[in-house]
């Protein structure tokens, strides 16, 4: 009797680690202990502010603590490299953004492949850009932009919060589009770069819309154009570049990705509470206060945006010669 009950325990623990071990019991039990999100920016920036918001409700929602830990540094090259020589267990993601689409092509040299080596759990967001000039610049639509530009009675300057940055490239992109030359005039963040242009020391920006509305709004800065396919309604009355400029569109965008070979299982799992998130009314109107909106969407989908903008910033970074400072 005692060797048969001791037979049947075995048999038994043996099937509870084995069905453990299966991804579907992963994703059952997961999470069992905290989960960091790493943001390779400093705290505080739209991409934190995000991050932090989809962190407590993963708390919430799956009952263990999800911490944003933020990793500056090299344009988030050091954020994206924890997160890629990290365990492949779902207990460390990373928020992704525009930056590792533009620096896969950006940086010569890098110690990991994005596309390569971090799973796509799900798209949060994306930052629409918008393009503003000064009240007093003589250009008051985009067509008039572009003839003052190609007239070369003046030298354009493009002010941007930094090489690389989303604004930039979709600046780069705007010369490569029209054949507007401009001076790239590189800052330290958005506010430097929005106060030069409230002073008219630069002559555009296309800064996000988060940043940039409450000065347009306010008449201290006149848009010309959203940089998205469709108008924002933030800012209606706004034309989008596409109207003057066909397939024109350059929003940056926020998601969530894990290491490689994280479980399927748990990738489905956040992608199903991302989306859940981004459909409630109370966080949709968080996001919209933010000048944001939300992209659900699957972890294929995610991917497919990853790839698309990858190449599509290749082209923009080899035409325009940038190269990191």
Excluded: C
Excluded at 53 to 68: D, I, K, P, T, Y
Excluded at 85 to 90: K, L, M
Excluded at 92 to 99: N, Q, V
Excluded at 178 to 187: E, F, K, L, S
Aim: hydrophobic share 45%.
């Amino acid at each position: 009797m005692t060797l048969r009950r001791r037979q049947f325990l075995q048999l038994g623990a043996a099937a509870i680690a084995a069905a453990t071990d299966s991804p579907a019991a992963w994703a059952q039990v997961y999470p069992s202990r905290p989960v960091r999100i790493i943001v390779g920016f400093p705290a505080g920036g739209g991409g934190d502010i995000v991050a932090r918001l989809m962190a407590q409700w993963l708390s919430e929602r799956l009952g263990q603590q999800f911490v944003v830990e933020n990793r500056p540094g090299a344009a988030s090259n050091i954020g994206t490299e924890t997160a890629v020589r990290a365990a492949p267990d779902g207990y460390t993601l990373l928020l992704a953004t525009t930056a590792n689409a533009v620096n896969a092509t950006f940086y010569e040299t890098l110690n990991f492949d994005f596309i390569r080596d971090i799973a796509p759990v799900a798209a949060i967001v994306d930052l629409p850009l918008v393009m503003a000039v000064n009240p007093s610049f003589p250009a008051k639509t985009v067509p008039q932009f572009i003839a003052y530009g190609k007239a070369g009675t003046a030298k354009l300057t493009m002010a941007s919060p930094g090489t690389a940055t989303p604004p930039h490239v979709a600046g780069e992109l705007f010369k490569m589009t029209t054949g507007v030359n401009m001076i790239h005039v590189p800052y330290r963040g958005d506010s430097p770069a929005i106060a030069d242009l409230l002073g008219g020391q630069v002559d555009v920006f296309f800064g996000t819309l988060s940043g940039s509305m409450e000065y347009i709004r306010a008449g201290k800065l006149h848009a010309l154009a959203v940089t998205t396919v469709n108008r924002q309604e933030a800012l209606p009355e706004v034309a989008t570049l596409g109207d003057f400029l066909p397939g024109f569109e350059a929003s940056a965008w926020l998601g969530l990705g894990a290491p490689k070979n994280t479980p399927a299982e748990i990738v489905r799992k956040l992608n199903k509470e991302i989306n859940a998130a981004l459909s409630d009314p109370k966080m949709k109107g968080r996001l919209a206060d933010l000048g944001l909106r939300g992209l659900p969407g699957s972890p294929a989908d995610f991917g497919t945006l990853v790839a698309e903008d990858t190449v599509k910033w290749a082209k923009v970074v080899k035409f325009a010669g940038i190269k990191p400072d």
